[in-house]
């Protein structure tokens, strides 16, 4: 069984609460969302080849023929871990629970931890992998960047996730409501309350602006009212210029 793949590279994470952990990265194709933000081009079967980097760090990329098998992909993330420690794989997209079927093969060869990067909406997908993945990263959409509220789907997503080591990741920019963000919060904090909120600006794209400093503070503010660990990080991966 193979898969479409973006791109496979070592970089470090860029985001939230394991930020500056070295990292492989898989990025898989396709998303069941289509948030104003996101800066992935990452439709089916739009990616005839995978970019993947020779030399952990080195940024020097080549290609690929998709599909790649689970073994394939294994064999790359085990050559690019080889030569400096890693703290887990990081499979990524678009939204990786499209392809559960690969996921699952794909664990059962590597010996990192998955850490999955995913937009928090397919709980049934997750149920059917979650047993191999260690850590997840959740986003939570807010309404203003979709074209309707999933506030029921994360609700059952986290229920789903609590059950390994999560935290949830909020993109703030500045049309965001504080409404909003104080009701992800008391979502959060009535599923698994002593889960890591974290308010990320937004990295400008799409149209959408980043939240002014005194803005950002007082989104924190509030959302603290309901969760007692509440941060914020940016996208700092994009500070460095780093994959």
Not at 137 to 163: G, I, T
Not at 214 to 224: G, M, S, V
Request: charged fraction near 20%; hydrophobic fraction near 45%; aromatic fraction near 4%.
């Amino acid at each position: 069984m193979g898969e479409n793949i973006i791109e496979i590279f070592s970089s470090i994470q860029g985001e939230g609460k394991y930020v500056g952990c070295r990292q492989v990265f898989v990025r898989l194709e396709g998303c069941n969302l289509n948030c104003t933000y996101c800066d992935t081009e990452n439709e089916i079967g739009r990616h005839p080849v995978c970019m993947v980097e020779e030399q952990a760090g080195t940024h020097e990329l080549v290609s690929y023929e998709n599909p790649l098998s689970a073994q394939q992909v294994a064999e790359i993330v085990a050559h690019l871990a080889g030569d400096v420690p890693h703290h887990s794989l990081s499979i990524t997209g678009g939204e990786p629970l499209l392809h559960v079927p690969f996921i699952k093969e794909l664990a059962a060869h590597i010996d990192l931890p998955i850490f999955l990067e995913t937009n928090g909406t397919l709980d049934k997908a997750l149920a059917e992998c979650i047993d191999c993945i260690s850590h997840i990263s959740m986003d939570l959409k807010l309404p203003d960047v979709l074209s309707a509220p999933v506030w029921d789907a994360h609700a059952r997503f986290l229920e789903a996730a609590r059950a390994v080591d999560v935290y949830v990741k909020v993109v703030v920019a500045a049309q965001t409501c504080a409404e909003d963000v104080e009701y992800a919060a008391r979502l959060v904090a009535a599923i698994a309350p002593e889960t890591l909120l974290i308010l990320q600006p937004v990295t400008p794209y799409g149209g959408c602006t980043a939240p002014t400093p005194a803005r950002l503070l007082e989104l924190q503010r509030i959302a603290l009212r309901h969760i007692s660990d509440v941060r914020i990080i940016p996208q700092t991966h994009r500070m460095m210029d780093l994959l």
